[in-house]
């Protein structure tokens, strides 16, 4: 009697790990088809793991991903909400600080700034005393609402403010600075912050891709086109950065070349995103080329 009751222990033992393992099993599912881009067939699994869950752990775990699918394939409103949920089953700082985080920044997807940085602030009232890098990230996207706010000033000043203690994001709010310059038609604040980003050693990512992208603008408008096209060269020769940047290095030298008056290279340009297969830009470079086209027939 002893021995079956050890038998029927170590079953019921065993069956408890398999369903911890088949959550487990789902939720790494959830994990790999995001990183592949399947975010549909993501957020299926999420909902699978969901009903799988037995504790809180896993409860937080699933629908933390649920909402952030929800957003990113395209239901913004109703994952804001089941991230909502999701602060119900965190207990630790940092996992509500990345769930605010996320809740902020879907707000400001929908372009609902006000909201958008209340939420941000209340990330920084979770994480007082913390060090997690959404903190960081939060304050950079403060002041980045309070530009598409076209708070130009007070970008500018929170921006500055936030810089002196964050040097890791220097190049995403040296970019808050220069755009709101350049809305304020303070030239020498912009041509100050484009000299700054392009200075600070990096050579890959958005920062690296931001900097550059801001020389060409700044140096193409006041029609200092060598910078502007070593800006936009720089950006198409990088094979170390995304090909989606590297094809906007191939749009700015298009753009600073016809301002050159260079149509021959311009038009080199052009057929590089011409024959790229990107959406955006293959029917802009067609409807450039076109006039050319017929010139020849």
């Known amino acids: ?8 222990a170590a079953a019921a033992f065993v069956s408890g790990l398999a369903a911890a393992e088949t959550f487990n099993s789902v939720y790494n599912d959830v994990q790999k088809l995001r990183n592949a881009g399947k975010r549909k067939e993501a957020l299926a699994a999420c909902k699978k793991a969901e009903k799988l869950a037995k504790n809180d752990l896993d409860k937080s775990r699933a629908y933390f991903f649920t909402g952030v699918l929800e957003c990113e394939t395209g239901d913004c409103a109703k994952g804001i909400e089941t991230l909502r949920k999701t602060l119900e089953y965190y207990k630790h ?10 809740i902020a920044y879907y707000l400001g997807a929908l372009k609902k700034y006000d909201e958008a940085i209340a939420e941000m602030k209340q990330a920084l009232v979770f994480g007082k ?44 709010l040296l970019s808050v600075i220069f755009e709101s310059a350049m809305k304020l038609g303070d030239k020498k604040t912009a041509q ?11 050579d890959t990512g958005s920062g690296y891709f931001t900097a550059r992208r801001h020389g060409n603008h700044f140096y193409r408008v006041n029609k200092d086109y060598d910078k502007a096209l070593a800006c936009a060269n720089e950006i198409s020769a990088n094979k170390k950065i995304a090909r989606i940047y590297q094809l906007h290095g191939n749009f700015y030298a298009a753009l600073t070349l016809e301002a050159m008056g260079k149509k021959a ?18 029917p802009l470079a067609k409807k450039r080329l076109a006039p050319a086209k017929k010139a020849k027939k």
């Open 1 to 8: 009697m002893k021995k079956w009751m050890i038998m029927l």
């Open 192 to 202: 100050e912050s484009v000299e700054k980003m392009l200075a600070i050693k990096c």
């Open 265 to 282: 290279e311009a038009a080199a340009q052009w057929k590089i995103l011409e024959k790229s297969g990107d959406k955006t830009f293959v």
């Open 129 to 172: 005393g913390a060090q997690n890098s959404y903190l960081e990230r939060a304050e950079v996207y403060i002041c980045r609402y309070m530009l598409y706010q076209k708070k130009y000033k007070e970008a500018m000043a929170e921006a500055r403010k936030v810089k002196a203690r964050m040097p890791e994001n220097q190049i995403m």
């Open 93 to 102: 700082p940092h996992q509500k600080i990345s769930c605010q985080f996320h």
